[in-house]
Structures are given as structure tokens and as C-alpha cells.
């Protein structure tokens, strides 16, 4: 089986990059990237310095499009579908006018995964979501991952999923992200799974198990979900752990505890004496210390109910002994999420530079160089852990090697 990529919602090419550094003959057939509302399209503007633009079957481009309106059938063959998409409103209602009898609200990019594969049919599927995935929405929860689950059981695929901390697996920031794999059941490795235990698959035998091992595992439960996409949007409800395996319909899953392997700290990421323009100085100091601070502010709500919000503090600034924490989008900007260092060299507080941003993410240095910074924080926000891309690459390197 050759080993080819089609990579959805690309931003900046971080699996790309991720299946890149494992030089063992991966090839990205065709990718998408479209920022809604952008007037300048810079992470595409990114991945095309990096790795030019890919046509389709049909020798056009459009990889710079929504791709909501991309024929799915002009997509280049691939093996692998990958991609990193957002918690969104993944109710469904029934249509006549839709071809498999459903329809998902306009703008909620799962669709237009599922509508891929069923083009596409590729054999493979590795995604990237949050990890509030699994208990969204608020009031059913679970939900909305039971619908994903139910959509690729529809297609006859298999799925393992786990909750990663990528600090517990090396990197330099305390990132915790929802990994998706999913198998078609026709494949060697789906006919080699379908023998395995649960309980072999979730603890050692399993693709996540084999890329983020783990110490331990609470007792197993499960629950079948079937392939009735609108009932699971109407009724379904389940509490999903941090790791689970559905097959044939019927979901296993169990928390899992973490192996820990030497974290990157993130004062091993840092520049020495860099721009003046980083530093926090004069008035802003106090509006720093402010935000980072514990705080009770009293509110009310538009009923009328009056309480009490309260947060703890943050540190300020970062420690240097400890791996960073989730960088947002909003990187850089005035408020409590941005990270706050000591310089190495002058000694004076800053934020983190794009280059150490970058770093956080377990990019090349000046990846993303040539767009605005505020871009660049934006971009490497809505990134992805590298490494941890290229740890999951080695199992499916394996995996594929037995595949016709």
C-alpha cells in the first residue's frame, strides 16, 4: 500500500511536517486550507512556501477554498485522511434532499471529513480535535462524539481515540488534544484488531497504546451506539474517558493513566536578549499582574441573579522548570492564557517570541516567518503538537507495511 496523505483543515502543515520527519516515504497527495472571513489567507499563503500548492484530479487547484465546496470526488486517491478540526454542533436532522438521509448544521466541518470518506473511502483516518470533545455538548453530554462515532460505524470503520497530554510524552507543553484513528474493518489491520480483546487493544496492543504507552487502566465500560446517526443526535448520551475503542457498533472505554516520559521545559525553548518589543514595561506591568492574578468580581446574570465570579492565579511569570501551558490563539495579546517569561539574558519579564512559539508547538524555527506576529501566534495557537504526529507515524508505518 503506498504511502499517501490528504490533509484537511491543514493550517501551517504540522502533520505534514510530523509525517515528513519520520523520511520513510510519505506523500501528501493533496491538502486543504481556508480561513472563513480572512482577507489574507496566510496559513495557506504558509503551507504553499513550504511545500507548494497540490491540484486535483481534475489538474486544478483549490486547495486555497472552503471545502465545502470542493468536489469531493476530484481529491486525489490517498491512504491516510488527516486532519485537525474544531468542536462544533454536530446535531443532524432528517432530509430527503440528502443522499444518506441526514443533514448536519451548515459550517460544521465533521461533514465535510465524513463527506470524504465516503468519496474517498480511504483506509485510514488519524484526527486532531480538543479534548472537551468527548463531554460536548453541556446538556447531552457526549453527544456529539457518539454522532462522529456513529457517522465512521455507518462506514464500516473501526475507531480508537485517547486524550493526550503531550508534555507526558516529551514535548514543551502541557497540550492536552483528542486523537481520532479510524480503520476500515476490510483492512488486515481491521481483520488483526477484530480478534483482540478490548482490553488488549486499550492497554498495549492498540495504535494509541503503542504511540503514548500507558502505567495503568481502570475497569472498562461499554455501550452500543449503532449506525442510527439521528437517534444518537436525539437521545444519546454517555460519559467517554480519556480512551476507548469502538468496533461493530459498541464502544469500550476506560480511563487511562499516562506513561510519563521526560517532559521539555520550557526554559530549554527560550531566546536570550531578544527584541525590545517583547518586554512588558511601564503602566502594563500593573495589568499583567492583574490579570494573572486571583480575582472575586461580583456579576449578574440577565435574570437578575447576582454571584460571585472567582478564578485562582496564574503564575507570573512562567516557571521555567515546568513545560508551558496550552497556547490559545490568542498568544501574545493582554489577558490571562498568554505565557510571560523571564528573559535568560536581561533578566526582565516578556512574552515568548513567534521563534519559542513555535518551539511550543515542536516546529522549525521561523516556520511561520513572513506573516504579521500576531499571525504567527494565531497560526502556531491553532497548531498541533509535531512530535506527537510523528510518534503515531511510526505505528502506522508498521501498520501499512503488512497492507497489500
Same mark, same amino acid.
Given at each position: 500500500?503506498?504511502?499517501?496523505?490528504?490533509?484537511?483543515?491543514?493550517?501551517?502543515?504540522?502533520?505534514?511536517?510530523?509525517?515528513?520527519?519520520?523520511?520513510?516515504?510519505?506523500?501528501?497527495?493533496?491538502f486543504?486550507?481556508? !480561513?472563513?472571513?480572512?482577507?489574507?489567507q496566510?496559513?495557506?499563503?504558509?503551507?504553499?512556501?513550504?511545500?507548494?500548492?497540490s491540484?486535483?484530479?481534475?489538474n486544478?487547484?483549490? %486547495?486555497? /477554498?472552503?471545502?465545502a465546496?470542493?468536489?469531493?470526488?476530484?481529491?486525489? @486517491?490517498?491512504?491516510?485522511l488527516?486532519g485537525g478540526?474544531?468542536?462544533?454542533?454536530?446535531?443532524?436532522a432528517?432530509?430527503?434532499?440528502?443522499?444518506?438521509?441526514?443533514?448536519?448544521k451548515?459550517?460544521?466541518?465533521?461533514?465535510?471529513?465524513?463527506?470524504?470518506?465516503?468519496a474517498?473511502?480511504?483506509?485510514?483516518?488519524?484526527? !486532531?480535535?480538543?479534548?472537551?470533545?468527548?463531554k460536548? &455538548?453541556?446538556?447531552q453530554?457526549?453527544?456529539?462524539?457518539?454522532?462522529?462515532?456513529?457517522?465512521?460505524?455507518?462506514l464500516?470503520?473501526?475507531?480508537?481515540?485517547?486524550?493526550?497530554?503531550?508534555a507526558?510524552?516529551?514535548?514543551?507543553?502541557?497540550?492536552?488534544?483528542?486523537?481520532?484513528?479510524?480503520?476500515?474493518?476490510?483492512?488486515?489491520?481491521?481483520?488483526?484488531m477484530?480478534?483482540?480483546?478490548? @482490553?488488549?487493544i486499550l492497554?498495549e496492543d492498540?495504535?494509541?497504546?503503542?504511540? *503514548?504507552?500507558?502505567?495503568?487502566? /481502570?475497569?472498562?465500560?461499554?455501550? @452500543?451506539?449503532?449506525?442510527?446517526?439521528?437517534?444518537?443526535s436525539? %437521545?444519546?448520551? *454517555?460519559?467517554?474517558?480519556?480512551?476507548?475503542?469502538?468496533?461493530?457498533?459498541?464502544?469500550?472505554? $476506560?480511563?487511562?493513566?499516562?506513561? !510519563?516520559?521526560p517532559?521539555?521545559?520550557?526554559?530549554?525553548?527560550?531566546?536570550?536578549?531578544?527584541?525590545?518589543?517583547?518586554?512588558?514595561?511601564?503602566?502594563k506591568?500593573a495589568?499583567?499582574?492583574?490579570?494573572?492574578g486571583?480575582?472575586?468580581?461580583?456579576?449578574?446574570?440577565?435574570?437578575?441573579?447576582?454571584?460571585? *465570579?472567582?478564578?485562582? &492565579?496564574? $503564575?507570573? &511569570?512562567?516557571p521555567?522548570?515546568?513545560?508551558?501551558? %496550552?497556547?490559545l490563539t490568542?498568544?501574545?495579546?493582554?489577558?490571562?492564557?498568554?505565557?510571560?517569561?523571564?528573559? &535568560?539574558?536581561?533578566?526582565?519579564?516578556?512574552?515568548?517570541t513567534?521563534?519559542? $512559539?513555535e518551539?511550543?508547538?515542536? *516546529?522549525?524555527? @521561523?516556520?511561520?516567518?513572513?506573516?504579521?506576529?500576531?499571525?504567527?501566534?494565531?497560526?502556531?495557537?491553532?497548531a498541533?503538537?509535531?512530535?506527537?504526529?510523528?510518534?503515531?507515524?511510526?505505528?502506522?508505518?508498521?501498520?501499512?507495511?503488512?497492507?497489500e
Amino acid at each position: 500500500m503506498e504511502k499517501t496523505i490528504c490533509e484537511l483543515f491543514a493550517g501551517v502543515g504540522g502533520f505534514r511536517l510530523g509525517f515528513d520527519r519520520l523520511d520513510s516515504g510519505w506523500r501528501t497527495t493533496w491538502f486543504s486550507q481556508w !480561513e472563513p472571513g480572512a482577507a489574507t489567507q496566510w496559513a495557506h499563503q504558509c503551507y504553499v512556501q513550504h511545500y507548494g500548492d497540490s491540484p486535483d484530479l481534475n489538474n486544478e487547484y483549490h %486547495t486555497g /477554498e472552503d471545502i465545502a465546496s470542493v468536489e469531493k470526488s476530484s481529491i486525489p @486517491d490517498h491512504s491516510l485522511l488527516v486532519g485537525g478540526f474544531p468542536c462544533q454542533d454536530y446535531s443532524v436532522a432528517h432530509t430527503l434532499a440528502s443522499a444518506q438521509g441526514i443533514e448536519g448544521k451548515k459550517g460544521v466541518l465533521w461533514w465535510q471529513i465524513r463527506d470524504v470518506l465516503i468519496a474517498k473511502q480511504p483506509p485510514f483516518c488519524l484526527l !486532531e480535535n480538543v479534548d472537551r470533545l468527548l463531554k460536548s &455538548p453541556a446538556k447531552q453530554r457526549g453527544r456529539d462524539f457518539g454522532v462522529i462515532l456513529a457517522c465512521l460505524s455507518a462506514l464500516r470503520y473501526s475507531v480508537e481515540w485517547r486524550v493526550v497530554n503531550a508534555a507526558q510524552y516529551g514535548a514543551a507543553q502541557r497540550r492536552r488534544r483528542t486523537f481520532i484513528f479510524a480503520y476500515r474493518d476490510d483492512t488486515r489491520y481491521g481483520k488483526k484488531m477484530a480478534d483482540r480483546s478490548f @482490553d488488549e487493544i486499550l492497554r498495549e496492543d492498540g495504535f494509541m497504546a503503542r504511540a *503514548f504507552p500507558i502505567q495503568g487502566m /481502570e475497569p472498562v465500560r461499554q455501550k @452500543d451506539i449503532g449506525s442510527d446517526i439521528v437517534a444518537v443526535s436525539d %437521545t444519546f448520551a *454517555f460519559a467517554f474517558e480519556n480512551a476507548g475503542y469502538m468496533h461493530g457498533g459498541t464502544i469500550y472505554t $476506560a480511563k487511562v493513566v499516562e506513561a !510519563e516520559e521526560p517532559a521539555t521545559m520550557l526554559g530549554a525553548i527560550l531566546q536570550h536578549n531578544v527584541d525590545e518589543k517583547y518586554y512588558i514595561t511601564g503602566d502594563k506591568m500593573a495589568k499583567w499582574v492583574y490579570l494573572k492574578g486571583a480575582k472575586k468580581i461580583p456579576r449578574k446574570t440577565k435574570e437578575g441573579h447576582e454571584y460571585v *465570579f472567582s478564578e485562582g &492565579p496564574i $503564575a507570573f &511569570p512562567d516557571p521555567w522548570d515546568r513545560p508551558g501551558r %496550552t497556547m490559545l490563539t490568542s498568544e501574545s495579546t493582554l489577558n490571562r492564557s498568554t505565557h510571560t517569561v523571564v528573559d &535568560p539574558g536581561t533578566g526582565r519579564i516578556r512574552l515568548l517570541t513567534p521563534v519559542e $512559539a513555535e518551539r511550543l508547538q515542536g *516546529f522549525d524555527d @521561523d516556520w511561520t516567518a513572513g506573516m504579521p506576529d500576531r499571525m504567527r501566534y494565531f497560526c502556531m495557537g491553532n497548531a498541533l503538537v509535531v512530535p506527537m504526529i510523528t510518534r503515531m507515524g511510526h505505528v502506522l508505518d508498521d501498520i501499512i507495511a503488512v497492507e497489500e
